[in-house]
């Protein structure tokens, strides 16, 4: 055999090593990459930190400033609310602060009474119903308040109130309500991010982005770092579930009013980040191809050389040739004991193929074995449930020496009962035992035999004293068959069913699904058979009539169901059922 030229060893191992100190250069450049963009976490996140310090700050003053006018109006508007000359204390107010945007003042009722010119409109509205006005007549402390944020009608943006009691002699008289600009979040040194302020419930109060701030009301409910934020001072990047930008997002709280800001800075649109991004992105990119080119070289050579050899042979094993034989000659020996490793493999599968051969014939052969048994067994099995249910007819036939209406009353229930039991496993889902049924069914009278000659066959109707005795025919039939177990469930069947579905039967007066199922339906088949048929006393009557009595009697004497699925079965093409019965 013509051996191919391959490197030594000692080149695949200078390969193997090119390989693994590219993959340790990478491993250190990524660590360094990792590294830097910390920094530069670290660097953003603690200039965000700084802005959100010097907003809370500015707010703070802001805030104090608000609530200070608004204390003083308060003491001022004491005694005379409604003092149009006091409008002037009011205007003065605005003045001091360009936070506020409008005041009115209510009275205890809620009712304007004042206000400043650009909310004269408002004189005279009732305010009661506003959830301000509640939280400062419910309040104890009687201090200012601030309101939850909404869109304000005045204004047609969002906003909030400061609500301050106005007391008099310690009894509350009124209030001022103030109305907060939006823009006194606004700082004109903090550019190129966006910053908010939100309540505790999530809602934003007021944006820097005062054209988007209404827009993003109903979003920052599901903003990310409320998310995993509120209540918490924290810091992270995610996407802006708005704008759909990458951010590094700071939180901070309020301490006056356990309000936050929020400051969000796109990252992707700052242009110094950005480029330094992608250039350790082209970096990293360029080191991954020059190591991916090297160990495909390396891999290439290596693995096509020694994967070559065993082409052709592999290829003869796939098609039944196990007898292949390499040539251990090559000058590595580790090449030598994969050839070696190779040829065990393939006299390995040569005895693994002979040995499943035989274990497929042998297989086969217990297979055929298997099919003669189970055949044999089910002719064996039929024929012990032909004997049991000959057995079982002879009982039937004992009864019949007592009472001759007994066997053939017993064959037509048993063919009406088996006929329900098939049409409601395959129509209505339900899997009953029908050989069981079928058993119960044809003994369903023999507790018979314990009662009287006389009584069975007497030509008259019965006394009362006389029909008390038949009643206790089902419970001698559950005695008589108590000792037969396979015969369990049968005898429950029997001893049940007279008994009627309002739980008017006998012999124990148990009603609705606590009668078995098996003995509902003999219950029905019985009663009909009964009804159809000459008896010494009485003549049958027809079909219709006794369908008619099924059905008045559904729901009191017999099981709804089975009446429907019975009383169907028999209409079907006029009463084929009951014509082929009686026919047989």
């Excluded at 409604?82 to 809620?110: C, P, R, W």
């Excluded at 201090?143 to 106005?166: D, E, F, G, H, M």
């Excluded at 004293?465 to 001698?476: G, L, M, N, V």
């Excluded at 009627?500 to 009603?511: A, Q, W």
Aim: include cysteine.
């Amino acid at each position: 055999m013509k051996v191919q030229k391959t490197r030594s060893v000692k080149e695949a191992s200078f390969f193997g090593m090119l390989g693994g100190s590219l993959v340790f250069a990478l491993i250190n450049f990524m660590i360094f990459f990792v590294f830097v963009l910390g920094l530069g976490y670290m660097f953003i996140s603690s200039h965000e930190n700084n802005l959100s310090e010097v907003l809370i700050h500015n707010l703070n003053e802001k805030q104090n400033r608000i609530l200070s006018i608004s204390k003083n109006l308060s003491e001022s508007m004491a005694s005379n609310i409604a003092d149009q000359q006091k409008k002037m204390l009011i205007e003065n107010s605005m003045k001091n602060s360009t936070d506020i945007q409008g005041i009115f003042v209510l009275d205890d009722k809620g009712i304007v009474k004042n206000a400043s010119d650009n909310y004269n409109d408002f004189l005279g509205i009732d305010f009661s119903g506003k959830d301000y006005y509640k939280q400062v007549i419910n309040a104890n402390n009687k201090k200012t308040i601030i309101s939850r944020s909404y869109v304000s009608q005045q204004a047609k943006k969002l906003t909030l109130n400061a609500v301050t009691p106005v007391m008099k002699d310690n009894k509350l008289i009124g209030m001022i309500v103030m109305f907060i600009n939006p823009n006194i979040i606004k700082n004109k040194d903090i550019s190129g991010m966006e910053y908010y302020l939100v309540d505790n419930n999530g809602d934003i109060i007021f944006q820097s982005d005062e054209d988007n701030a209404m827009s993003r009301e109903d979003n920052i409910k599901n903003s990310t770092i409320l998310e995993k934020g509120l209540n918490k001072n924290n810091a992270m990047i995610y996407k802006d579930k708005v704008s759909g930008k990458i951010v590094l997002g700071i939180i901070r709280e309020e301490p006056i009013t356990s309000m936050y800001i929020v400051l969000e800075h796109h990252i992707l649109g700052d242009k110094v980040v950005l480029s330094s991004l992608v250039a350790m992105l082209a970096v990293v990119v360029l080191f991954i191809l020059i190591f991916v080119l090297l160990l495909s070289i390396q891999v290439s050579n290596v693995a096509t050389n020694y994967v070559g050899m065993f082409k052709d042979e592999v290829k003869k094993i796939s098609q039944g040739n196990y007898d292949v034989k390499l040539f251990n000659k090559h000058p590595h020996e580790e090449i030598n004991e994969i050839i070696d490793s190779f040829n065990n493999m393939a006299q390995k599968v040569r005895l693994r193929e002979e040995e499943l051969q035989t274990y497929n014939e042998e297989l086969i052969a217990a297979n055929d074995e298997i099919k003669t048994m189970m055949a044999a067994l089910s002719k064996n099995e039929k024929d012990r449930k032909e004997q049991y249910l000959q057995i079982i007819w002879t009982m039937v036939n004992l009864l019949e020496i007592k009472d001759e209406y007994t066997a053939g009353h017993s064959k037509s229930v048993t063919y009406y009962t088996e006929e329900i039991v098939e049409k409601l496993n395959r129509d209505y889902g339900f899997k009953l035992d029908a050989d069981r049924i079928q058993i119960a069914a044809i003994l369903h009278d023999i507790g018979k035999i314990g009662i009287q000659r006389e009584i069975l066959n007497k030509p008259s109707r019965l006394t009362q004293e006389e029909y008390e005795i038949i009643k206790t025919h089902p419970t001698k039939g559950y005695y008589a068959l108590k000792d037969i177990e396979t015969l369990k469930n049968e005898r429950e069947i029997i001893k049940y069913h007279h008994e009627r579905y309002d739980g008017r039967g006998y012999p124990e007066g148990i009603k609705g699904d606590a009668i078995p199922l098996g003995a509902r339906i003999i219950c029905v088949a019985d009663s009909f058979d009964a009804m159809v048929s000459d008896r010494p006393y009485r003549k049958g009557m027809p079909v219709e009539m006794a369908i008619g009595e099924l059905i008045r009697n559904k729901g009191t004497q017999f099981d709804p169901l089975i009446v429907d699925v019975f009383v169907a079965m028999l209409r079907q093409e006029q009463g084929e059922l009951f014509l082929q019965q009686n026919e047989a």
